[in-house]
């Protein structure tokens, strides 16, 4: 009966009077003086004194009638749940005992470390305790976390807690059994995995399951939704745009700064006062600064409190964005209006109306048909020489873009270029360049850029390529077929109505993709069938209160993991480049909501510089520092002058999006950002200079093949790899016999400056001490750079060195 005493000791020590009769007839009560004390918290204390209770009772191998653990808790965590959602808890470290007087020794006897080490490893190997730890929500990650930690904090504490003490102290006589040990290990793990106590919380907290009841001013309001469906050119949102101008007051919600900035001006120039509203810029349409009745905006700045007569909801199918879906889910759902027109594809009707009857509203649709004839022409291109005035060259990357720039001019053609890295003034220029019929540039060269948000006079679309890079549902980046919606929506720029053509036409550059091609433009797009998500502050906020210890993007992880979404609807977005920014900054002290704003801010994360300047704001931020115009001039080197090679342009398109960056933040937190307009008089500036970097890309490209190591650059990297494949080695002293003058001549040919070019090949140097380059290989790389420096054509190279032949595939450098 030893183990029956010890199991009643065990009990009353934590606030049970327990007795057990030889047919294990239990009867229970609190004593008045528990070591538990009743939490007033009701979100905590139910489920955590059943966990406790539950406990005990499964010691005897029997079941409380009163308690039933979360059966949904249960579920989560019993392997059936979403896969690894355990390791995204993180325990809390815990601190071990340092008390000076030892009570427990003195109530029960010193205990050896050695001793507790092997008590423990018996606890931890216990299966009965590993499944006693499933059913409390330790599943084998977390229990063996637990253990770690508790065996830590066991081994390394002066003095353990008095009941540990005492409980170690009977087993090792004896007078006790291993499983007593499990209420101070479920204590512990409770500690340093608080989302154990407050799961319930955290559900409650994700769950998105209803997004309809989240605006409860629009819910109030009996609105009428519009859809506009039809094709590019069809004149659906013109009609939309007629109901908004002559609306009492209206909001236009579109996913460009052009297309809001469009319908500002449009908008003032038809005597109907309009804001302008973007994440970098706040424009009044009156001239006294009195706030209009009428707004253009970005969707995500679209406002969900204010009333308006009529709201206007561009491009409505890029609620499937895996990115940016959120926001037109929240203006169509959250916009209290009471007209909402929805302008876009006819394959988003069905999700809009299934949204709409979720909410209890109904959905109106107005079909148009295209306005010109769109022709798909019955062979390819194939040849530059067939290229014709109004014909547009769509690339799908910056370097295919440089190529056929070069192509094209080498023809005697002068070329307008856009992409989506280009600021809207220099995308305006090159377009007004190209739509004015008394310029002489004809050829526009542009990426996808062009779907949407620029008004162009095209004569025919020429895919140079079928192919580009997308993002997966996983946030990976992989190389495909484009869409039969970007395919429809970028042909249909072609004969635009009221220009110049009267009909459009379509074709490839290359014949084998001119079926895929007519394949693409004959189909209909797939219905879009669910509709973007995304946590907001105050749900993050919610999450951190409970979970004080983690980081901001390993809160997202959690929330996103455990967050309940009616999957027939909705889908979670993307939030890989949030975490991105969380992780950069995280080492940096800040307040929750203020990190969460600055992980919103629009940064391309692939821009390093960008990248690096974002964290000197945060710093500045952080340290309660105003960041002036003097101090952002100092940082990115202001001023500059206009681009002479490629590189200098991609620069100044870099720092075009840090003064982007901080115009953002201005709006935001104006008081450490206070030189916002200022800013706004540089970056006019500097848009000037991209736009003449641009008009001359030709040149600054042909400057790039003698001036800067890019090509050099991608054969210094495919040689280094290939000498590192061999394990070559050659004595250090190598380099001290070559010539002096044999690295200045090399640094010449890479495009080295200045400081460069004094330090004689320090990179060669280096490669010839590690082995890497032999002087011999040297002189040969000389003789190559040399006879790629003085042909004129791409084709020089000599295809029996192909570890020194520039890789055009290469994206490491890009």
């Known amino acids: 009966m030893s183990h029956t005493v010890n199991l009643s000791r065990t009990f009353r020590r934590h606030g049970w009077n327990v007795a057990v009769d030889t047919v294990r007839r239990i009867s229970v009560a609190p004593t008045v003086s528990s070591s538990w004390p009743v939490q007033t918290n009701a979100?905590?204390?139910?489920?955590?004194?059943?966990?406790?209770?539950?406990?005990?009772?499964?010691?005897?191998?029997?079941?409380?009638?009163?308690?039933?653990?979360?059966?949904?808790?249960?579920?989560?965590?019993?392997?059936?749940?979403?896969?690894?959602?355990?390791?995204?808890?993180?325990?809390?470290?815990?601190?071990?005992?340092?008390?000076?007087?030892?009570?427990?020794?003195?109530?029960?006897?010193?205990?050896?470390?050695?001793?507790?080490?092997?008590?423990?490893?018996?606890?931890?190997?216990?299966?009965?305790?590993?499944?006693?730890?499933?059913?409390?929500?330790?599943?084998?990650?977390?229990?063996?976390?637990?253990?770690?930690?508790?065996?830590?904090?066991?081994l390394e504490s002066e003095s353990l807690p008095v009941e540990l003490h005492i409980i170690i102290c009977d087993i090792l006589q004896g007078a006790g059994h291993i499983n007593d040990i499990y209420p101070s290990f479920l204590k512990h793990a409770q500690k340093i995995f608080p989302h154990l106590i407050c799961m319930d919380d955290l559900y409650k907290i994700s769950d998105l399951s209803n997004p309809p009841n989240w605006y409860s001013e629009a819910r109030a309001l009996n609105r009428k939704i519009i859809f506009h469906a039809g094709p590019t050119n069809s004149g659906k949102t013109y009609h939309a745009m007629e109901q908004f101008l002559t609306a009492g007051s209206g909001i236009y919600c579109g996913p460009l700064k052009l297309l809001a900035s469009e319908v500002f001006h449009k908008s003032n120039s038809r005597g109907t006062p309009c804001d302008l509203v973007t994440g970098e810029e706040r424009r009044f349409g009156s001239t006294d600064g009195s706030v209009a009745k009428h707004v253009a905006c970005t969707v995500e700045m679209a406002s969900v409190s204010n009333n308006y007569d009529v709201a206007v909801i561009d491009e409505i199918q890029m609620v499937r964005d895996p990115t940016?879906?959120?926001?037109?889910?929240?203006?169509?759902?959250?916009?209290?209006?009471?007209?909402?027109h929805v302008?876009?594809?006819?394959?988003?009707?069905?999700?809009?109306?299934?949204?709409?009857?979720?909410?209890?509203?109904?959905?109106?649709?107005?079909?148009?048909?295209?306005?010109?004839?769109?022709?798909?022409?019955?062979?390819a291109l194939q040849t530059f020489d067939n290229v014709y005035p109004g014909d547009c060259i769509v690339c799908f990357s910056k370097r295919d873009i440089h190529h056929v720039t070069r192509e094209i001019e080498r023809r005697g053609?002068?070329?307008?270029?856009?992409?989506?890295?280009?600021?809207?003034?220099?995308?305006?220029?090159?377009?007004?360049?190209?739509?004015?019929?008394?310029?002489?540039?004809?050829?526009?060269?542009?990426?996808?850029a062009i779907g949407m948000g620029l008004n162009l006079s095209i004569r025919r679309i020429i895919f140079y390529s079928l192919i580009r890079p997308t993002i997966?549902?996983?946030?990976?980046?992989?190389?495909?077929?484009?869409?039969?919606?970007?395919?429809?929506?970028?042909?249909g720029r072609a004969g635009r109505y009221g220009t110049q053509w009267k009909e459009g036409y379509v074709t490839s550059m290359k014949s084998e993709d001119h079926s895929t091609l007519c394949r693409l433009l004959s189909c209909t797009p797939e219905n879009i069938e669910q509709a973007g998500?995304?946590?907001?502050?105050?749900?993050?906020?919610?999450?951190?209160?409970?979970?004080?210890?983690?980081?901001?993007?390993?809160?997202?992880?959690?929330?996103?993991?455990?967050?309940?979404?009616?999957?027939?609807?909705?889908?979670?977005?993307?939030?890989?480049?949030?975490?991105?920014?969380?992780?950069?900054?995280?080492?940096?002290?800040?307040?929750l909501r203020s990190?969460?704003?600055?992980?919103?801010?629009?940064?391309?994360?692939?821009?390093?510089?960008?990248?690096?300047?974002?964290?000197?704001?945060?710093?500045?931020?952080?340290?309660?520092?105003?960041?002036?115009?003097?101090?952002?001039?100092?940082?990115?080197?202001?001023?500059?002058?206009?681009?002479?090679?490629?590189?200098?342009?991609?620069?100044?398109?870099?720092?075009?999006?840090?003064?982007?960056?901080?115009?953002?933040?201005?709006?935001?937190?104006?008081d450490m950002f206070p030189e916002g307009d200022l800013v706004r008089d540089l970056k006019t500036e500097l848009d000037g200079m991209i736009d003449v970097g641009v008009t001359q890309i030709v040149k600054l490209l042909r400057n790039s093949d003698t001036r800067i190591s890019n090509t050099a650059a991608d054969t210094e990297d495919t040689f280094i790899m290939d000498q590192r494949k061999k394990n070559r080695r050659l004595p250090l002293e190598t380099s001290e016999h070559l010539p002096e003058k044999s690295f200045t001549h090399r640094s010449k040919l890479t495009g080295?400056?200045?400081?460069?070019?004094?330090?004689?090949?320090?990179?060669?140097?280096?490669?010839?001490?590690?082995?890497?380059?032999?002087?011999?290989?040297?002189?040969?790389?000389?003789?190559?750079?040399?006879?790629?420096?003085?042909?004129?054509?791409?084709?020089?190279?000599?295809?029996?060195?192909?570890?020194?032949?520039?890789?055009?595939?290469?994206?490491?450098?890009h």
């Not at 926001?327 to 909402?340: D, F, N, P, Q, Y």
Request: hydrophobic letters at 40%.
């Open 472 to 491: 997966n549902e996983k946030g990976e980046m992989e190389m495909e077929t484009i869409s039969v919606s970007s395919a429809l929506q970028i042909a």
């Open 43 to 154: 979100c905590v204390s139910p489920f955590k004194e059943d966990v406790r209770r539950g406990a005990f009772f499964s010691l005897l191998g029997v079941q409380h009638p009163m308690i039933h653990l979360p059966r949904r808790f249960k579920h989560r965590y019993s392997g059936s749940g979403k896969d690894d959602i355990s390791h995204l808890f993180i325990p809390v470290p815990v601190k071990a005992r340092q008390d000076e007087i030892n009570v427990g020794e003195e109530m029960a006897g010193p205990l050896k470390k050695e001793d507790i080490l092997r008590i423990l490893n018996r606890f931890y190997t216990n299966q009965d305790i590993k499944e006693l730890a499933k059913e409390n929500g330790l599943d084998n990650y977390l229990y063996q976390q637990t253990f770690i930690s508790f065996r830590k904090f066991c």
């Open 343 to 379: 302008c876009g594809e006819a394959s988003a009707i069905s999700l809009v109306k299934e949204l709409a009857l979720v909410a209890g509203e109904e959905v109106e649709v107005r079909r148009y048909k295209r306005l010109t004839e769109l022709i798909i022409e019955n062979y």
């Open 533 to 591: 998500l995304h946590p907001t502050a105050d749900q993050i906020e919610l999450f951190a209160f409970h979970l004080p210890n983690y980081s901001l993007a390993n809160l997202i992880d959690v929330f996103v993991n455990l967050c309940t979404v009616d999957s027939s609807l909705y889908f979670m977005c993307l939030m890989d480049d949030f975490k991105f920014l969380a992780d950069l900054i995280q080492h940096i002290p800040l307040q």
């Open 752 to 813: 080295w400056q200045g400081k460069r070019t004094q330090s004689h090949g320090g990179l060669t140097k280096r490669l010839l001490a590690q082995g890497l380059l032999s002087p011999k290989m040297l002189a040969e790389l000389q003789r190559e750079w040399k006879r790629q420096n003085n042909d004129e054509s791409d084709d020089g190279d000599d295809d029996e060195n192909p570890p020194m032949k520039p890789k055009g595939n290469k994206s490491s450098r």
């Open 324 to 340: 940016r879906g959120w926001a037109w889910t929240r203006a169509l759902l959250g916009i209290s209006a009471k007209e909402v």
């Open 413 to 448: 053609h002068e070329v307008a270029v856009i992409y989506g890295g280009l600021p809207p003034g220099t995308k305006l220029a090159q377009a007004f360049k190209f739509n004015d019929p008394n310029h002489p540039c004809k050829i526009l060269v542009a990426t996808d």
């Open 595 to 670: 990190r969460y704003i600055l992980c919103c801010s629009p940064i391309n994360k692939k821009m390093p510089f960008v990248c690096a300047m974002f964290l000197k704001f945060t710093r500045q931020f952080s340290q309660n520092e105003p960041a002036t115009l003097d101090w952002l001039c100092h940082q990115v080197k202001w001023p500059f002058s206009t681009p002479s090679t490629l590189l200098d342009l991609v620069h100044l398109e870099e720092v075009y999006d840090v003064f982007d960056l901080y115009l953002w933040l201005s709006y935001r937190f104006p």
